[in-house]
């Protein structure tokens, strides 16, 4: 399966490993195709969770990310995310 990799770049935060983890399961449960993994990122102090979704998912992801912003307040980018879920016909 042919797969598109995509980073978010996560600054170092007081809470940045509960940011992580709800990062990552928001996106698995919106894309349950793809895999997210926690890699070093180009400075020392940040990390990137790093996505790969199915090719047949990107423009789905393209315009589900833009509405998850910038996960800046986690409780509010997890409840949007799963307010947009993909197939949700509520959304």
Do not use: C, N, Y
Not at 25 to 50: C, K, N, Y
Not at 62 to 88: H, I, N
């Amino acid at each position: 399966m042919i797969r598109v990799i995509k980073h978010i770049l996560i600054e170092p935060t007081a809470d940045r490993a509960d940011r992580i983890e709800s990062i990552r399961t928001v996106i698995l449960a919106a894309f349950p195709d793809a895999t997210a993994e926690i890699v070093p990122g180009l400075l020392d102090v940040d990390l990137v969770v790093e996505v790969r979704v199915p090719l047949w998912q990107l423009d789905e992801w393209q315009a589900v990310r833009k509405s998850w912003g910038d996960f800046s307040t986690v409780e509010r980018s997890v409840e949007q995310a799963f307010d947009r879920l993909p197939g949700d016909p509520t959304a």
